[in-house]
C-alpha cells in the first residue's frame, strides 16, 4: 500500500543565513516532523536541494510546486507540502486520516490588507479575473495528491512564460509574497477543487498577531502557552524572520520531551 | 413567509452615547433587506432591566417576539445594530442549508481561549468543545428547528443568573457568547460554519480599517469592535459607521 508523504521544504541558502538568523530552526522543525512522520507511519521528504541554484533568480517557494513530483519517485498516496518553520505537535492526529482528494489547503485571513493589496497588485497579470478572496490561500501548508499533477505542470508552465514579468511583480511593482498570490490565482483560474474548511489547529500562523503565544492569566493553573495547547501545526511566520530560531528554540526546550 | 434580520438597538441607561451611530447600522440592513426580499425587525425597548439581563442576552427572545409582532418568518438572523452590511453582501440566508448558521471567531484568541477555559471550568463542569468551533454570537442564522436551544439559553440564563453576572464582572471574556457557544457546541446541532466576511471583527488586528476603507472592499458585514482607544479617540465609532454607510449607500 503506498503512504502518505510530508514534503518538507528546508534549503539553506548561506547567503540568507543572516536574514533568517542562521538555521538552527529547521532543524528543529525537522526534528519533530520525523518524530510525527514515525508516529504515523508517514513518510518524510525532507526538501533541501532544488533543481535550480539560484534562490533570488528562482524562489525556492515556487521551485518547490515545480519539483515536488519529481523528487518523490517512490509510490505515495497524499503530500502534505508544508515549509520548514514549523513545528508539528507530538500527538497531532493524522491530518490525512480527514482528507478526502481535493486539494487542500488554509485560508489566510492574518492580514487582510496585505492580501487584498497582493490580489489587486497581480490582477493586471491574469487579465482582470475576478478573483474571490473568501478562497485566498496560505501557501506554505496544503496538501495534494497524484491528481494535481498537471494543475502543478501548468503552473510550472506560466512561470516560465512569464519569469521576467513575475519578477517585476515581485520586485518592484507589488512587492506582496512570491508563489503564493499568482499561484491563488491559477488555483482559482482553472477552477482546482479547493478544501478549505480543515480545522485551524493545523495550520496555527501570525501566533503574535493573534495574541495565542500567552497563557490563561486569569485561572493560573495551567502554564503551558495557549498555542502549545490547543494547536497542532504552529507556523512562525509573521515575526521579524531573524528571531525565528530564538522563538522555535524557546518552544523546543518546552516541548522536546514529548518527542522522545 | 420571509427571512427575517433581527436586530438589537436598545437605548441602555448610562450607556445612551453608544446607540448614537445604530442609525447607520440599522438603515444598512434595512436597505439591504429590501433588496433581498427579507424583513428587518429592530428590537429598541429592553425586555429586562440592565441590572437583571444584559441586554446582549435579549435578542435570544426573537422567536417570541416575532410572534407577538404577528410576523411570519422561515428563518431569524440576529445581528449587531453596530454593524453595517455592503449592499452586495451575498444573501446569507441562502447559504444555511437550514443548519444553524454562524461565523468562527477569529481576533483576540488569548480571550477566546480564556472564554473557553474559564466559562468551562466555572459554568460548564470541565466540559469544552474545539476552539475553532467558537463562533461569533454577533451573526447567527436558525430556524424553527434551533428554538428549543434559545429558549434552553434564557432558561439556563434565570437558573444561573448570579453565576453569569459574576463571571462577566470578574472576567470580562463574553456575555451570552460563551454560554450560546457551549449550548450549541454540547448538543448534537447541525452548524454551518459562514466565512469571516460575514461577521468581520476586529478590523484593526485585519490592518483593513484605516482611512482608506479598505475593510469596504470586502462585500460583508462590517462590526466595529475592539478598536483601540487611541483610533477611538481621533475617529469614534460614529465616524467609521457614518462614513461606512455614506460611502455604500450615498448621503
Not at chain 1, 495534494?144 to 519578477?167: A, C, G, S, T
Not at chain 1, 474548511?197 to 503574535?208: S, V
Not at chain 2, 428547528?145 to 470580562?172: A, C, P, T
Amino acid at each position: 500500500m503506498s503512504k502518505n508523504v510530508v514534503f518538507l521544504t528546508s534549503v539553506k541558502y548561506d547567503r540568507f543565513s543572516q536574514k533568517y538568523g542562521g538555521y538552527e530552526w529547521m532543524d528543529i522543525s525537522q526534528k519533530s516532523w520525523e518524530f510525527w512522520c514515525e508516529s504515523n507511519d508517514v513518510e518524510l521528504y525532507v526538501y533541501d536541494k532544488p533543481k535550480k541554484d539560484d534562490p533570488i533568480k528562482h524562489r525556492i517557494t515556487w521551485q518547490r510546486w515545480f519539483d515536488v513530483f519529481d523528487k518523490l519517485k517512490s509510490d505515495y498516496d497524499k503530500i502534505w507540502m508544508v515549509d520548514s518553520a514549523s513545528i508539528i505537535k507530538w500527538n497531532t492526529p493524522n491530518i490525512f486520516d480527514l482528507l478526502d482528494d481535493r486539494f487542500t489547503a488554509f485560508r489566510d485571513i492574518d492580514n487582510l490588507n496585505w492580501i487584498y493589496q497582493s490580489v489587486v497588485g497581480y490582477k493586471p497579470m491574469f487579465n482582470n479575473f475576478e478573483f474571490d478572496t473568501g478562497k485566498y490561500i496560505n501557501c506554505g501548508n496544503a496538501i495534494i495528491n497524484k491528481k494535481h499533477q498537471p494543475f502543478l505542470e501548468n503552473v510550472e508552465r506560466f512561470y516560465y512564460d512569464n519569469h521576467e514579468l513575475l519578477l517585476h511583480y515581485e520586485n518592484s511593482k507589488v512587492k506582496k509574497g512570491t508563489d503564493q498570490t499568482p499561484f491563488n490565482y491559477l488555483l482559482q483560474i482553472e477552477k482546482i477543487d479547493t478544501n478549505i474548511e480543515m480545522p485551524m489547529a493545523y495550520n496555527l500562523t501570525h501566533l503574535q498577531r493573534k495574541e495565542m503565544l500567552g497563557v490563561n492569566w486569569q485561572l493560573k493553573d495551567d502554564n503551558t502557552p495557549f498555542f502549545i495547547k490547543y494547536g497542532y501545526l504552529w507556523r512562525y511566520n509573521g515575526f521579524p524572520k531573524d528571531t525565528r530560531t530564538n522563538l522555535m528554540t524557546q518552544t523546543w526546550e518546552i516541548v522536546k520531551e514529548n518527542y522522545r | 413567509m420571509k427571512n427575517v434580520v433581527v436586530m438589537t438597538a436598545v437605548k441602555v441607561p448610562g450607556m445612551e452615547e453608544r446607540s448614537i451611530p445604530y442609525k447607520y447600522g440599522i438603515a444598512s440592513f434595512k436597505k439591504w433587506c429590501e433588496k433581498n426580499d427579507c424583513e428587518l425587525f429592530v428590537l429598541d425597548t429592553a425586555l429586562h432591566e440592565h441590572d437583571v439581563m444584559r441586554i446582549n442576552f435579549h435578542r435570544y427572545y426573537a422567536f417570541d417576539l416575532l410572534e407577538q409582532s404577528g410576523i411570519e418568518y422561515d428563518q431569524i438572523c440576529i445581528t449587531d445594530a453596530d454593524a453595517i452590511i455592503h449592499p452586495e453582501c451575498p444573501n446569507f440566508f441562502e447559504m444555511t442549508e437550514g443548519k444553524y448558521t454562524v461565523t468562527s471567531c477569529d481576533g483576540s484568541f488569548d480571550w477566546i481561549f480564556r472564554s473557553l477555559e474559564n466559562y468551562s471550568k466555572y459554568v460548564f463542569e470541565g466540559k469544552t468543545f474545539p476552539f475553532w468551533n467558537y463562533f461569533n454570537a454577533g451573526f447567527q442564522v436558525v430556524n424553527k428547528n434551533h428554538r428549543h436551544l434559545w429558549n434552553e439559553l434564557i432558561d439556563f440564563y434565570f437558573s444561573n443568573q448570579e453565576l453569569i453576572v459574576s463571571m462577566q464582572k470578574n472576567f470580562g471574556v463574553g456575555t451570552d457568547q460563551p454560554v450560546i457557544n457551549y449550548i450549541v457546541n454540547l448538543s448534537d446541532t447541525k452548524t454551518k460554519y459562514l466565512p469571516y466576511e460575514f461577521c468581520m471583527a476586529d478590523l484593526v488586528r485585519k490592518e483593513i480599517l484605516n482611512l482608506d476603507f479598505t475593510f469596504l472592499n470586502f462585500k460583508g458585514i462590517y462590526q466595529f469592535n475592539a478598536i483601540p482607544q487611541q483610533i477611538k479617540q481621533q475617529y469614534d465609532i460614529e465616524f467609521w459607521m457614518k462614513t461606512s454607510y455614506e460611502k455604500l449607500y450615498g448621503k
